[in-house]
């Protein structure tokens, strides 16, 4: 975009890159395209297809409203009306103002290119809402949903339409803050629960060893003494040996040194290392 078209105007794009200030392109149609043609008063000839208009040059009015933002509380889009025209900071002799619109509507009642009446209005409506539908036909299903109350006739159905979708919106979302609360709950009391069946499988696990072990010793208690016993079952810490340990490794080594040593290094019966 080079710039604006209006004659007295110097913005251009590079110039106002950074503030609020947009340029919007030349309507679609002709009757009201001439009008922005006669308010830019250029000498030269324009080229509507590349050619645009700031947006200091239109009133608040020429506006449509963005119900979109003002109910969700955001920056609006700046989106003209259709019959809207540029009309401020104009060149004096080109100000298309109300009385030189009133002045030349009275030398031609019927000129198309000064004003335009409701009937042409209406009808530049039904055919911006016929295109909007036409194009709705190759929208996806999603965009179809919401684009379907925006293009309406009158303002009030469409703020009907975004309030009645906020609300459902809002329902929807209270109705997964409950489902998110029904399911911490849940996962709190298997958490619970989880904690409570690891308790009870440590009990057991600690029960079943204590029962090994008391079973165990029985069983070797005919052979070994006590502390010949922890020695076998509990391998981690360095025995330390009774006189009773002692005494009966001396009597058999005495017997024979051959049994000792077979019966502690091949068998594994926990006798000390003694050396006679």
């Known amino acids: 975009m080079p710039g604006c078209a209006v004659f007295s105007c110097k913005n251009y794009n590079r110039k106002t890159k950074g503030s609020d200030l947009i340029y919007h392109t030349f309507p679609k149609d002709d009757s009201v395209c001439k009008q922005w043609i006669h308010a830019c008063r250029r000498k030269d000839k324009i080229n509507i297809k590349n050619a645009t208009v700031c947006s200091v040059h239109f009133l608040p009015e ?43 509507s009275s030398h031609q009642p019927e000129s198309p290119q000064i004003t335009v009446s409701d009937r042409q209005t209406r009808q530049i409506n039904r055919h911006s809402r016929k295109r909007g539908l036409e194009r ?42 409950t489902e998110m609360n029904k399911l911490k709950l849940k996962n709190k009391s298997l958490t619970l629960a989880l904690s409570r069946k690891s308790k009870h499988i440590q009990q057991l696990e600690n029960r079943i060893n204590a029962k090994v072990k008391e079973r165990v010793s029985i069983v070797l208690r005919k052979i070994f003494t006590e502390n010949q016993i922890k020695n ?34 091949s068998v594994g019966i926990p006798y000390h290392h003694c050396q006679l």
């Not at 809207?84 to 002799?93: G, K, T």
Request: hydrophobic share 30%; net charge positive; glycine share 0%.
């Open 62 to 104: 020429d506006y449509e409203r963005d119900l979109k933002a003002e109910l969700l509380n955001i920056k609006p889009k700046k989106m003209l009306k259709i019959s809207a025209v540029p009309s401020l900071h104009l060149d004096i002799d080109s100000r298309p103002n109300k009385m030189n619109i009133e002045t030349s």
């Open 136 to 177: 709705l036909k190759t929208l996806s299903p999603k965009k179809k949903k919401f684009d379907v109350g925006t293009i309406t006739d009158s303002t009030s159905d469409s703020e009907r339409h975004l309030k009645a979708r906020l609300d459902k919106l809002e329902k929807d979302n209270k109705q997964m803050q």
């Open 232 to 265: 076998l079952l509990v391998t981690k810490k360095k025995p330390k040996w009774t006189r009773e340990d002692i005494s009966r490794a001396l009597t058999l080594r005495s017997i024979s040194r051959k049994c000792y040593i077979y019966l502690r290094q």
